[in-house]
């Protein structure tokens, strides 16, 4: 048996929102004891609080969760400064949950510290939680694949702070923390598929890579990178920055991928002629101008969940896992609901719960290599049968 609970308040008190949200995952576990927990919550809450009064319900809990920018669950959809948990009991899936430290300063190194041992059996999904601010994101997904292989979905993302871009938490057991990254990784016969999808339509010609550093284009098919800009925004260049951009975000294919993910830009250098992104590019990458509108990015939703059921290995899984970039929630302002009622629509009676990030981390298809996505509607399916 997989047993799975989700609990959701809009209590702005960190003691009544807690307790409002055992009391309903109570309700659904019965007599059953959770082994494990991820807690999403926005910035403004008494974090210590939350944590001991979860492990004072549940000694032996495996926890972990992060800060966001807003979060969502089957049972309230769609909220800011909320909290939200989704509890997982079971006799025959291991649970457990890892940190590391650091990150920073070396995020592959990381990685593979939040990866813990088990004592049997192989891990089939890495949920991940991790540090945003000054933490190179490709380097992280990359750091676990390197860790756990393409047989492992590596799925989640990078913590928030309500736009304010001065400090994000993450969660491990009692502690908070920042400058981590924390996982839950299950192992045993856990059945799990992934879709992925962003609403942005890759536009005009594409261009090569010719120069990149981390995060940084310098030249695309031998020239500035300022040059393929002012193709089709002219010499008064003004990209788009800090996400969400109508203009400027590129799809890149890297070598040999016939699926893209999208780059934001972060930053540019007029001067020096070449534009920083919420991520790296790599060298010989195509990279390409994309287009979307809200019903697109709206679609994208149901889109990565439908990607996702169509390749689920059973008859119906038992929770979903959701991870939407918080530059979607800032294009679509109002309609930002909107969003997980789609999503709603399509898992039925499917548990659920979400939260936007500076930045998600999923397969570009339902197996393989993880990447670390912008402007990216992220979801991961799981259960037993």
């Known amino acids: 048996m ?47 609080l939350l944590l001991d009064y979860i492990h004072r319900c549940w000694p032996e809990i495996a926890l972990i969760g992060g800060t966001t920018v807003g979060e ?68 992280l997904a990359n750091g676990f694949d390197a860790a756990l292989g393409k047989d492992v979905t590596i799925f989640g ?24 990254v924390v996982t839950l990784i299950f192992s045993g016969n856990l059945l799990i598929s992934s879709g992925v999808a962003t609403g942005q339509h ?54 040999g991928e016939e699926n893209f993910y999208v780059r934001s830009p972060n930053n540019q250098d007029s001067a020096l002629g070449c534009i920083e992104y919420f991520g790296g590019i790599p060298e010989q990458s195509s990279i390409q101008f994309t287009e979307t509108n809200t019903e697109a990015l709206l679609a994208a939703a149901r889109e990565a969940l439908e990607k996702a059921l169509a390749v689920y290995p059973g008859n119906e899984p038992d929770a979903a896992l959701i991870v939407s970039c918080s530059s979607r929630m800032k294009v679509l302002g109002t309609r930002a609901k909107d969003e997980h009622i789609i999503a709603q629509q399509v898992l039925g009676d499917i548990p659920n719960i979400g939260f936007h990030a500076f930045g998600e981390i999923c397969p570009l298809a339902d197996k393989g290599k993880s990447y670390f996505h912008n402007e990216t509607f992220t979801a991961v399916l799981m259960g037993t049968h």
Request: hydrophobic share 40%.
């Open 2 to 48: 997989f047993n799975v609970c989700v609990g959701h308040s809009i209590d702005p008190l960190s003691s009544q929102a807690i307790q409002e949200v055992v009391e309903q995952c109570r309700e659904q576990l019965g007599s059953s004891c959770p082994s494990a927990g991820i807690l999403l919550c926005a910035i403004n809450f008494d974090y210590p």
């Open 72 to 139: 969502m669950s089957s049972r309230l959809g769609f909220h800011e400064d909320s909290l939200a948990l989704i509890l997982f009991s079971s006799d025959d899936i291991e649970m457990r949950a890892g940190v590391g430290r650091g990150v920073s300063k070396d995020a592959e190194a990381a990685a593979q510290q939040a990866i813990p041992v088990f004592d049997s059996g192989t891990p089939s999904l890495c949920y991940v939680i991790g540090e945003a601010l000054g933490v190179d994101g490709v380097a």
């Open 157 to 180: 993302g990078l913590s928030g702070d309500d736009w304010q871009f001065k400090k994000t938490y993450q969660f491990f057991g009692r502690e908070v923390l920042s400058d981590a």
């Open 202 to 255: 890759p536009i005009g010609r594409q261009g090569v890579v010719t120069k990149s550093v981390g995060n940084t284009i310098h030249e695309v098919d031998g020239e500035s990178v300022k040059v393929f800009y002012e193709r089709y925004f002219g010499s008064a260049l003004s990209v788009q920055l800090a996400g969400g951009s109508w203009g400027g975000a590129v799809a890149v294919f890297e070598p």
